[in-house]
Every structure is written in C-alpha cells, then in structure tokens.
C-alpha cells in the first residue's frame, strides 16, 4: 500500500513539474532600464549608435527585447528598455564587446550620467506588435522605503486596469532590484489621443491619488517614440 501511495504522490509531482517549469522563464526574466542624455547637438549621432547597438543586443543569447525610445519633447533624451532571459544572460550582454564599445563611443556625447537601472517584474504581460505612431511612457515612481509594499500594490492594479482600455497596447511596471523602492512604469498607446485618454481615466486618477502621500519625488511621466 505504502509502494503505490508513493506512485501516486511521484505521479502528481511529475503532472505538476511542466507546468512550474513553463513558468520559471517569466519568473526570472531580469528587465533594464536605461536613461541616456546626450548634449543637444549630439541627439542625431547617439540615435545612431542606439540602433547599432540596439541590433547587436538582439543577437545575444537570452535577449527577449531590446528598444530604443526617444523623447518627444527632448530629442537629446534617449531611454534602453531590455528583457533578458535571466539575470545570468542579462550580465553576460553587460560585458559583452557590442555594449562596451557603444559606452565609449557614446561617453563624449553624454551631458548626464549613464543611468542603468536593472529591475524584476512586478506586472508583466507578452508584448502585442508594435503599431505605427505608437506613444511609450516611461515613468519613475520613487516612494518612501516603508510604502514599497503598498505602491506594488498600486502598481499592479494600474497595470491591470491600464490594459483593459481601448487602444492599450503593452503595460508593465518593474521594481529596481538595487533600490526597492524605485520602481518604472512603462506604457505604448496607439496613438497620443490614447494616452491621453489613459490619464482621464477614473482608475489612473485614483491611483495618482493614493501614491501622492507615499511618493518621494514627483511623479515623473515621460513620453517617447520608437527609435
């Protein structure tokens, strides 16, 4: 009796063992982000080498996605979104040559820090196409240490109601994995008259409302297109 429980039990573990494997790559995607600015003059030249490295990227092993944004207010302002399979394939790409040899043809170009910000996810979803015209948002929300906890909260159901509105296309929100408390919300809207309706919306107006006692700094939303 003893022999066929253990069977069954083995039996019920090997059932359950594809479906908690399938899962493991979401779990242990790593996520970057980076924010570039280049002296004006310069925005041109740095798009340049964004697409060269941008290509590169794509190449490597474990890479899930590699975009280039620019603003739209301030083409001088650049920002790197990467997917990575797993942290191990995310620090093979921070070495490799292709990115070394970006950041120095890039560093006399620069006016700010080259600020890279790896993360993990804290509502993700596949990624549909991206369609022509599209408007990114990328924003960076920054709260007090002792309400990390409460704005993930936040953070997941705006990502959650967020996709549920016409013309929605990608939403996600990651959390900085070396400051915890920093975390960045990234949109693509069909189109700017989208976006704009997303601000109006009932269920984004209530969660600016409740992180506004918790955050830290401004609420600092940024649009850009696909470089």
């Known amino acids: 009796m003893r022999v066929f429980c253990g069977m069954l039990i083995a039996a019920a573990?090997?059932?359950?063992?594809?479906?908690?494997?399938?899962?493991?790559?979401?779990?242990?995607?790593?996520?970057?982000?980076?924010?570039i600015e280049v002296v004006p003059s310069a925005a041109h030249e740095a798009a340049g080498l964004l697409k060269e490295?941008?290509?590169?990227?794509?190449?490597?092993?474990?890479?899930?996605?590699?975009?280039?944004l620019q603003r739209i207010d301030?083409?001088?302002?650049?920002?790197?979104?990467?997917?990575?399979?797993?942290?191990?394939?995310?620090d093979i790409h921070a070495g490799a040559s292709a990115l070394k040899?970006?950041?120095?043809?890039?560093?006399?170009?620069?006016?700010?820090?080259?600020?890279?910000?790896?993360?993990?996810?804290?509502?993700?979803?596949?990624?549909p196409p991206v369609s022509d015209g599209a408007v990114y948002v990328v924003t960076h929300v920054d709260v007090a240490p002792p309400r990390k906890d409460d704005c993930i909260v936040l953070l997941r159901k705006l990502v959650e109601d967020s996709r549920k509105e016409p013309d929605a296309g990608r939403i996600e929100a990651w959390q900085q994995t070396?400051?915890?408390?920093?975390?960045t919300v990234t949109e693509m809207w069909k189109n700017r008259a989208a976006q704009e309706a997303h601000i109006s919306a009932a269920s984004t107006r209530e969660f600016r409302e409740k992180l506004g006692p918790m955050s830290g700094a401004l609420y600092d939303e940024r649009l850009y297109k696909s470089l």
């Open 74 to 90: 301030r083409e001088n302002q650049f920002v790197i979104l990467e997917a990575w399979t797993d942290p191990k394939a995310a």
């Open 178 to 183: 070396n400051r915890t408390n920093h975390f």
């Open 13 to 35: 573990a090997a059932a359950v063992a594809p479906a908690v494997m399938a899962q493991a790559p979401t779990e242990a995607t790593s996520y970057v982000v980076t924010y």
């Open 101 to 127: 040899q970006f950041k120095d043809k890039l560093k006399p170009l620069q006016a700010g820090f080259y600020d890279e910000r790896p993360s993990v996810a804290v509502g993700v979803a596949p990624s």
């Open 53 to 68: 490295v941008a290509a590169a990227s794509r190449k490597e092993a474990g890479n899930q996605r590699y975009e280039i």
